[in-house]
Structure formats: structure tokens, C-alpha cells
């Protein structure tokens, strides 16, 4: 098991007192697997990302475990955990314009990660390799002009564009676990269709473990191999794609299933919702019990007193009362 | 390529400086004639003490006082532009001429104090940003934080104090001056004594300069790197949080590159502008050290010139500080252009 | 977490009073600025109210009622005295009580300037901020502009060109100080407007049909102040010290009355640090003073900025 998380709490120190984010999270994910991770604004996802590759806002608490080849990240010191990042533990992030230093030419930046891919990897650093890496990783990306690329600045390109160099830049550090946090939110829906062909045939090759985070749920279906559901920092509902999107089993599935007109056939007829009504708490304010409650429409007395423990079902692991717990 | 580009971007922000300075010098014009509004009353800036009604009205009509408000403008500008500051009625020279002598004398220790100033309160801010919450954070901040609130005058008599009266007999210091009077003066080369002193290979004299620069720097630098050093920290802090640098640590480069390479290069975009307004605010600073410490230049013929009522001197002073900052900027625009690819290159 | 902010709002003029000292106060030095302000302001109501008690009912003896000394009074015999138990902080060259003078001289020193001063300059300065940035067009460009080139002359040094042209009494020196610090707060109130004319409750007021004066106060003011408010806190700080500079230098003085840079400036030309006490307390105080106000507005921009996260 590549990478393994237990009893995941995360949590921020504000003015306001200390917002309670993640909480009881527990995950396995294994090589070659691309676990999409769907969750709404305000669900934690982006934190679960930011968690994992320890580069949470210095206000965070944490405290579980996050075991990658046995070693726990979160008791690594700063010294111990930069060696992890780039070639273990790589994310991709949501808004492309922000993610390239503005001051440094594409390629600077993406000959950066290749020393990093050669020293970690033992080799001794020449900048012609690391130009052959860059330029094969853009070609990899389908940039028609790589030499040219690599002499833009990151405020020539487009959005498609730089979260494909950012790609590149996963391909040339070979991480063993991707985090691609909402890679396509903020890109044009032809963009997104383009990027999401790449990310796939490109996950294909990489052997790495990969964490989609996504708050649309036809997206995780197209990509994942297995979907994790997020609500309110906690873990809903854990199975493989095909049969999470056939049969759902905890309501909030069901409900953001049955809100996408592509994947709503699988379940019509079958569930109450057709739209989730109400808000995400937030987190300032979470519901006792289970904290989907004031929104289920199969609530029961004990939902509102209890918070159900992840059980497991078969190959589904499901967080709801309605399925026996304890 | 990029070297037509720069050169477009030069001459667009030049006349940008130029716009700005006539604009200036229009608020400047507005001003005078708001406060003073008939051409007596306007004769009267020109005047001495207590002028006669006679030399008022021949004042008149020397200067065309009484021509409509757009011709007085233009013959303004036009006199600005040929460097003619009018004429000052106490000393009995022209104001330019004075000026030029007192400026170098300012502008040869206030350029080393911001230079100073912006050197150490860079480095500073970022050590406070990159280690936020922790003692040296502490540390720097409660001593911006008291320099930025003591007074410039406070500041130099504590330099005074400190390093005159008490470590007097280690360090030397003149308490007061710019140079030992008694020495000889160099030749008037270039209008700025050290460099023309330095020309002359007259030691002494530099030596004696040097020595006394030192009191008036420290103030000025004092003085200036409460704000500078704030803003830095500030600036370096939210350039911390930006994604960039978020995706600089997860490639895997190390906490000192990332703070450093990346975080202080892109923060050094915002720190040019701070740059400009640390010169702009160390000339306050400057005038006060030239009243503590006796130094004759902008400040000490201000401070006279209030004293003897002379309101065309610092009026003239006034501007020539404006102007002083209004290159500044020109050249801190500039530099904005070589720091940020974005501006340059379209 | 918006919501909750503007919630606490409604919830009575004194509970979010209370609940923004609380947050200022989670910050030592929040704390301590807090506490110098307040003390600040508080003896300075006092000590204005006992003048006006003074000239109201024509016994200046009020003026000094809660000071150890009467200000003014002169001992020849008792003048260069450095401190000690019966004068705390030392006598001047004519033996009047300096702590006494300083005590006078805060209100008007450093009260009625800053507060003078920041206030017209927000309130001119958001006239012509506001419309600037809501308006847009060439009123925006000259407003720019203007802005630009009264920023090109560091604010101490135009305020004293100001002030001698106008006589550099003590009210022209006010004057001054306000027509050189509008331009500040015109940027940072049209900077603001910008942001918030993006917003959608702004289309949607427009959409409804507010009243264009409706709009500028109910709408654009209330939203794009707050930052403002923390700039203008540290601005008290920066006014009290500029005046005290102007003072300093000989600007803006009022025959008769102690002022706190005056002092200051005296202190040096009659002999430093022969008589360090003259010069030294005066300076002192206005350092505590501005310390509070850079204190409690440095907290206040953190919270506002989101940089207090802790």
C-alpha cells in the first residue's frame, strides 16, 4: 500500500478560534490507482491535498497519520519532508495563472524540477539533460513548439497551457503520488476536455498513485479508477467508480448523482432526491451527530445525536446509519 | 526582440515623469496664487522685510505680476525649465545658485542612509516574513516598530547621546558640522565637495567629511527603516502565501531557495515602489539631522529661511524635492520594467 | 465566515465595540496600543473640557487643575533643574515644571491635530476617492494624476512650504497638514471603490434605482472604509509625529503655549545633554503616543488584512 492515512485530523487556528477541517480520515490508496476525491466548496477537499504534500497555511493543526512507504509524513521535521516533496509527493494546483513564478522563463522552472528529479535520483546534474527532460516533457504534453515554450514567461501562456507545463512538470519528477487539486476548474470546458485526455493517458504511463480532487462528480467518473466522497471534512462513502455511480449507497451520493443529468439514469427511480436541499455547514458551525443530517431525507433520531463510524460493506466503505455501524 | 520593447517602456514612463512634474509644478503655481492672491500680495514673496509700497510695485512690474494667470504660467514653467528660481531678496542671489550649493551637500549622505535603509530593512523583512511568530520575528518588529515611532529628533539626540557623549573617546564622532570648518575647501568641480575633494586628493578634507557623515546616515537611517522594514515584512509575507510558492515547495526545493530565490524576487516587484517613497520620506529625516547636528544643507537653509521669512526659499527647496522624487520614481519605474517580466514583455 | 462578520455587526453598536477589543487584545501589543490610545484620548477629552470650563467661566486656574504645577508660572531660581522628586521631569530655563507642560500641552500638541487633520482628509478624501473610482473617465485620470503629483513631495516637507505661505501659525499649520494628506486617502478610497464596484450588490443597488447619494453613503462608504479605518489609526501616529516635526523646525507654533516639539527644540538649542531632561521627555512622549497609535493600527491592519490568523 503506497500511501495509507489514518485518523487524519486537520484543523486551522483563527481569530475566531480553532475550526475543527478534517476529521477522522482514513484512506489507502495503492499505485496505478486514481482515487477521485469529490466533495462541494467548503468540504475540506482542498485541505485533505494540502495535507498529504504538508504544505498547509502555518495556522494548521494536524494530527494522525499519513504513512507513505512506512514513514509517517506528519512527524517528519522540514528537513526530512523536503526530500519527500517533488519526487514522492507532488500537487497540482486549481488556478493556473498562480501557479508559475512570474519572474523566471518556463523552462527555468521546469529544468528546476529535473535537477531535482536527477540529484534525488543520485545522478549528477547537467543542465543539457535536464533541457532534453523538459523539452520531451512538453512534447509528451502535445506542445507543437517546445523550444519556444521554454523561453515564455508564465503570463504569455494560457490557462490550458500552463496547467499542461505544470503537467509536465509531474512527468518529469515522477512522483510516486499525484495530488491534482481541481486542475481544470478554472479552465474552458474545450480546455478541460483536452487537459483531461492528457491527465489520463498520462496516469496511464506514470506508475504513481493519484489523488483527483474535484467538486464535479462526471469528472471524477471519467478519470477515476475509485471515488471517495467528502462531506464537512469527514469521508461519506469510499468504492470503486462503476460501483459508486450504479449504486450509491450513502444519501449525499446519491443526491449529487442524481443532480448530474449524465449520471442521474443510473440511479433515477431508485432515490428520493433529485437536488440536495440547503448548504454545506460551515465549519465554524457543524451539525451534532452526523453532519449531513439537516440535509438527509432518510434521518433518523439517532443521525442527530451521533456521528456514524467509516464501516465497511463489502468493497464500500460507507459512513451512515442507515447501513448498521458500530 | 525585448530590447525595442524596453526602450518603448522607457520613453512611455519618461513622459509619464514629465506629465507628473508639470502637474506639480501646476498644483505648486495654484497654490501660491490661491494663498496670495493680488499681484501685490504676491510682490511681497519677492520682497524683503518689511518692503516698501514703492519696491512692491516696481516688484510688479519687473516680474509681470499682474499679467492674466496662463501668461504668468508659462513665463513660470519656462523659468523653471531654464532653471530660474527668481531671486532671493536676503541673501541677494539667485535662488538657484544657492541651491545647488546647499543640495550636494544633502544628497551625499541621504543617498547612503536609503541605500542603507532599504539594503538592511530588505534582508530584515524577510528574515522577520520567513520566520513569522518566532524571536527573530519579535525582535525586528519591536525595533521597526520603535524607530517608526520615535520622532527624527528623538532619534538623533539618542545617536548623539550614545555615540558622541558617551562612546566619545572610541569612536571620535563630531558632534555637529559637515565638515572641520577650519580645513580648505576644494575647488568647485563637479558642485559636490567630497567627489571634488576626493578629485584633489585632498584627504584631510574627506577624511574630516566622512567622519562627519556618519551621525546625520545613522539618523536618516533610523528614521526611515521603521516603515521600510514593515512593508517589506508585510509584502514578503503575502508573497509567501501565493501559490507559486506553494508549488515551489512541493517540486521539493528547499525552504531557503523558496523564501529567497523566489519569495524575496517577486517581493522586490512591490519593494521598488517602497524604494521611491523610503527616498521621499528620508528628506524629512534629513532635515531634522541637518537642524541637530548643525549640517548645512537643504534642511539648514529651510530652517533659515523660515526663521528670516523667506517664503521664495523654501518654496524653490520645496520643489526641487519634488523633483528629486519625481526621478525616483522614473528610475524606480524602471527598474520595475528589468524585475517584472509582465511589464516589459506584452 | 463573511456572514458572521456582518451578523456581529447587527448585533448592537457596543457588543461589536467589545468584540473588536477582544480581538485587538489577543495581541500583547495590540494591548498595550489600546491601552496608550485610550489613555490618550481619555486625558485629552479631560484636560479640553477643563480649558473650556476655564475660559467658559474665566478662571484659568482649570486649566491646571489635575497638573502638578501651573504651567506657566515662572521661578527664575528654581530653572535648570534637572529631575527629582519635586519636579519629576526637570524645570526649563525659567523654571516652569516641564511635566506640567507636557501635560498642558498634549491635547492641543497632538489631540486636536490628528484628529483634525485624519478626519478632513477622510472625509475629502472619500468625496473624491469614491467618485473617482465610481465614475471612472477623465475625472478618474486628472483625480490620478493630481494625486501623483502631491505624493511626488514627501508630506512633512510640502506641509511646511504650506504652512509658511500661510503665515505658519498653528491653524495654518493644520491646514496645511490637511491639504497634504487628502491625496493618501483619495487613493485608498477609490482603490477600494474599485474592488467594490465590482460586486454584485453594487449592480443590483443600481439596478434597483438607489438614489445616487443613497448609494455613495449607504453603499460605497459604509464597504470601503474599514480598511481605512486601520490606515487611519496609524495615521493618527503619523500626524502626531509630523506636527511635532513641524513644530521642531519652527513651524506652526502659538506664542504662549507649550508645544511639544517647541519644547523639544528648545531643550536642544539651550544645551544638549547639559540639560538632556528638557529635550529628552517631550520627545519621549510623543514617541509613547505614536507607539499606541502604531501599535493598535499595525493590529488592526493584520485583522482587517487577514493577516491575524493567530
Known amino acids: ?56 497555511p502555518g495556522n494548521a493543526v494536524a494530527s494522525g497519520r499519513i504513512m507513505v512507504d512506512g514513514v509517517n509524513l506528519l512527524e517528519l521535521s522540514e528537513g526530512e519532508m523536503e526530500k519527500y516533496r517533488g519526487t514522492t509527493v507532488f500537487m ?99 480546455i478541460q476536455a483536452q487537459v483531461i485526455n492528457l491527465f489520463k493517458e498520462l496516469s496511464r504511463e506514470m506508475e504513481s498513485a493519484i489523488l483527483f480532487i474535484t467538486h464535479d462528480i462526471s469528472l471524477a467518473y471519467v478519470i477515476s479508477t475509485r471515488i471517495v466522497v467528502l462531506y464537512a471534512g469527514r469521508i461519506m462513502e469510499d468504492g470503486d467508480v462503476e460501483s459508486i455511480i450504479r449504486e450509491p449507497m450513502h444519501p449525499y451520493t446519491q443526491g449529487l448523482i442524481a443532480g448530474v443529468p449524465d449520471l442521474s439514469k443510473f440511479v433515477s427511480g431508485r432515490v428520493k432526491l433529485q437536488s440536495i436541499p440547503g448548504n454545506p455547514p460551515s465549519f465554524l458551525d457543524l451539525p451534532s451527530g452526523c453532519k449531513f443530517h439537516p440535509r438527509c431525507p432518510y434521518v433518523k433520531d439517532i443521525c442527530k445525536v451521533q456521528e456514524p463510524p467509516l464501516t465497511r460493506h463489502n468493497n464500500r466503505v460507507i459512513r451512515c446509519w442507515l447501513y448498521g455501524g458500530g | ?69 496662463y501668461v504668468q504660467f508659462i513665463n513660470y514653467l519656462m523659468d523653471v525649465f531654464t532653471g530660474n528660481l527668481g531671486y532671493d531678496p536676503i541673501y541677494k542671489e539667485p535662488e538657484a545658485y544657492i541651491i545647488m550649493h546647499y543640495l550636494p551637500i544633502t544628497l551625499t549622505f541621504m543617498i547612503p542612509a536609503v541605500i542603507l535603509t532599504v539594503l538592511v530593512g530588505t534582508v530584515l523583512g524577510a528574515v522577520a516574513a520567513a520566520n513569522r511568530n518566532k524571536w527573530g520575528d519579535y525582535f525586528i518588529r519591536a525595533f521597526y516598530v520603535f524607530t517608526w515611532s520615535s520622532p527624527p529628533y528623538f532619534i538623533a539626540l539618542l545617536v548623539l547621546l550614545v555615540l558622541v557623549y558617551w562612546l566619545g573617546p572610541y569612536t571620535h564622532l563630531p558632534a555637529s558640522g559637515y565638515v572641520n570648518s577650519l580645513l580648505h575647501r576644494p575647488r568647485v568641480i563637479t558642485g559636490w565637495p567630497l567627489i571634488d575633494a576626493i578629485i584633489e586628493n585632498n584627504w584631510a578634507y574627506v577624511d574630516s567629511y566622512l567622519v562627519h557623515m556618519v551621525l546625520p546616515i545613522l539618523t536618516v537611517f533610523l528614521y526611515s527603516f521603521g516603515v521600510y522594514t514593515r512593508m517589506a515584512r508585510n509584502v514578503t509575507l503575502d508573497v509567501l502565501e501565493s501559490d ?75 520643489l526641487f524635492v519634488g523633483i528629486s522624487v519625481i526621478i525616483a520614481n522614473f528610475i524606480a519605474d524602471i527598474l520595475y520594467g528589468v524585475l517584472d517580466p509582465r511589464v516589459r514583455i506584452t | 465566515m463573511t456572514e458572521q462578520v456582518v451578523e456581529r455587526r447587527g448585533r ?136 501623483d503629483a502631491f505624493l511626488s ?55 434597483y434605482g438607489v438614489s445616487p447619494l443613497r448609494l455613495f453613503f449607504r453603499y460605497l462608504f459604509i464597504n470601503t472604509i474599514d480598511p481605512i479605518i486601520a490606515y487611519a489609526m496609524l495615521d493618527f501616529g503619523n500626524v502626531i509625529l509630523g506636527a511635532s516635526i513641524l513644530n521642531f523646525i519652527g513651524v506652526g507654533l502659538q506664542p ?36 499606541g497609535f502604531v501599535l493598535l493600527g499595525d493590529r488592526l491592519q493584520d485583522i482587517i488584512g487577514g493577516r491575524a490568523a493567530y
Open chain 1, 1 to 56: 500500500m503506497l500511501l495509507s492515512i489514518r485518523n487524519l485530523f486537520v484543523g486551522y487556528k483563527t481569530v475566531m478560534g480553532t475550526l475543527h477541517v478534517l476529521d477522522d480520515v482514513n484512506l489507502n490508496v495503492d499505485k496505478g490507482e486514481i482515487v477521485g476525491i469529490v466533495g462541494e466548496s467548503g468540504s475540506g477537499k482542498s485541505t485533505l491535498g494540502q495535507a498529504i504534500a504538508r504544505v498547509l
Open chain 1, 92 to 190: 497540482i494546483l486549481q488556478n493556473p495563472f498562480t501557479s508559475l513564478n512570474p519572474v523566471k522563463t518556463v523552462g527555468y522552472q521546469l529544468m528546476e524540477a529535473a535537477r531535482i528529479r536527477m540529484v534525488r535520483s543520485g545522478e549528477r546534474y547537467s543542465e543539457d539533460k535536464a533541457y532534453e527532460m523538459a523539452i520531451q516533457a512538453l512534447k509528451d504534453l502535445r506542445f507543437p513548439d517546445p523550444e519556444v515554450i521554454m523561453l515564455r514567461y508564465p503570463h504569455q501562456l494560457s490557462g490550458g497551457q500552463i496547467q499542461r507545463v505544470v503537467l509536465a512538470m509531474s512527468l518529469i519528477l515522477k512522483p510516486k503520488i499525484l495530488i491534482a487539486d481541481e486542475p481544470t476548474s478554472a479552465l474552458d470546458v474545450t
Open chain 2, 1 to 69: 526582440m525585448a530590447g525595442r520593447d524596453f526602450v518603448v517602456f522607457v520613453i512611455r514612463r519618461l513622459i509619464n515623469a514629465v506629465i507628473t512634474l508639470l502637474i506639480l509644478l501646476l498644483l505648486m503655481f495654484i497654490l501660491v496664487h490661491a494663498i496670495y492672491t493680488t499681484p501685490l500680495a504676491l510682490a511681497r514673496l519677492y520682497a524683503g522685510p518689511h518692503p516698501t509700497m514703492a519696491q512692491l510695485e516696481t516688484i510688479v512690474k519687473e516680474y509681470h505680476l499682474d499679467a492674466p494667470l
Open chain 2, 244 to 318: 507559486y510558492v506553494r508549488l515551489a515547495y512541493i517540486k521539493g526545493l528547499s525552504r531557503r531557495v523558496v523564501v529567497y530565490r523566489v519569495g524575496l524576487r517577486n517581493a522586490l516587484i512591490p519593494l521598488v515602489t517602497l524604494m521611491v517613497l523610503t527616498f521621499a520620506l528620508s528628506w524629512t529625516g534629513a532635515y531634522v539631522a541637518e537642524d541637530v547636528f548643525d549640517y548645512h544643507g537643504m534642511g539648514y537653509i529651510t530652517t533659515v529661511a523660515i526663521t528670516s521669512v523667506d517664503p521664495l526659499m523654501v518654496y524653490d527647496i520645496t
Open chain 3, 12 to 147: 448592537g453598536f457596543a457588543a461589536s465595540i467589545w468584540s473588536w477589543v477582544k480581538l485587538i487584545s489577543r495581541d500583547p501589543t495590540g494591548l498595550l496600543g489600546l491601552i496608550i490610545v485610550v489613555a490618550f484620548v481619555l486625558w485629552s477629552i479631560i484636560q479640553g473640557i477643563l480649558e473650556l470650563l476655564a475660559s467658559y467661566l474665566k478662571d484659568p486656574r482649570l486649566g491646571w487643575l489635575l497638573l502638578p504645577y501651573n504651567p506657566f508660572i515662572q521661578n527664575l531660581a528654581g530653572a535648570f533643574q534637572p529631575p527629582s522628586w519635586a519636579h519629576l521631569m526637570g524645570t526649563n530655563y525659567i523654571g516652569q515644571d516641564i511635566l506640567s507642560r507636557i501635560l498642558y500641552s498634549i491635547p492641543y500638541s497632538a489631540a486636536y491635530p490628528a484628529f483634525l487633520v485624519v478626519l478632513s482628509a477622510i472625509l475629502i478624501g472619500a468625496a473624491l476617492g469614491i467618485s473617482a473610482g465610481y465614475l471612472g473617465g477623465w475625472w478618474d485620470e486628472v483625480l490620478m494624476r493630481v494625486t
Open chain 3, 153 to 207: 513631495i514627501p508630506a512633512i516637507i510640502l506641509a511646511i512650504v504650506v504652512s509658511i505661505l500661510l503665515k505658519a501659525s498653528f491653524i495654518g499649520m493644520i491646514y496645511s497638514f490637511i491639504i497634504v494628506w487628502w491625496p493618501i486617502y483619495a487613493r485608498l478610497f477609490r482603490a477600494e471603490t474599485l474592488r467594490v464596484k465590482a460586486m454584485d450588490y453594487i449592480a443590483a443597488a443600481q439596478l
Open chain 3, 256 to 291: 504662549g503655549l507649550p508645544i511639544l516639539g517647541e519644547m523639544a527644540s528648545d531643550g536642544v538649542s539651550w544645551g544638549f545633554p547639559k540639560y538632556w531632561w528638557w529635550a529628552i521627555f517631550p520627545s519621549i512622549t510623543i514617541l509613547i503616543i505614536a507607539l
